[in-house]
């Protein structure tokens, strides 16, 4: 069974800086993207950032210059660096990988979120 364990959620200060963990299972043969989407109450869940073995690393205009996302593809992991943090920030975290499991079908995987606050 997929298992995808998110770590370092919290809250913070404006201004402040956190760094979210995700520990991917090997049952992921081929990972192809890894990244990280949040959801605010009463918002959509969007992409905050992820990194594609085809089109490399994006992020979301709202974030492109204070969050880094980084992978250990050793370890199966995704990292994603937090700072600068602003009120609108605040939501659940999840980690998110596409790739190819054992019968090579291709399948989303999602992590149970993890919660990032930030006050002013």
């Known amino acids: 069974q997929v298992q995808l364990v998110e770590s370092g959620g919290g809250s913070v200060q404006a201004g402040g800086s956190l760094r979210l963990s995700c520990g991917i299972s090997?049952?992921?043969?081929?990972?192809?993207?890894m990244g990280w989407y949040r959801q605010a109450p009463g918002k959509e869940r969007e992409l905050v950032a992820d990194?594609?073995?085809?089109?490399?690393?994006s992020y979301a205009d709202s974030v492109r210059g204070r969050f880094t996302i980084s992978s250990d593809s050793a370890k199966n992991a995704v990292d994603l660096q937090m700072t600068s943090l602003k009120p609108d920030d605040t939501a659940v975290y999840y980690c998110?990988?596409?790739?190819?499991?054992?019968?090579?079908?291709?399948?989303?995987?999602w992590g149970q979120g993890t919660q990032v606050t930030v006050s002013s």
């Open positions: 990194i594609s073995v085809s089109t490399g690393t």
């Open positions: 090997r049952d992921v043969f081929t990972i192809l993207v």
């Open positions: 998110y990988t596409q790739g190819r499991d054992r019968y090579n079908l291709l399948q989303d995987y």
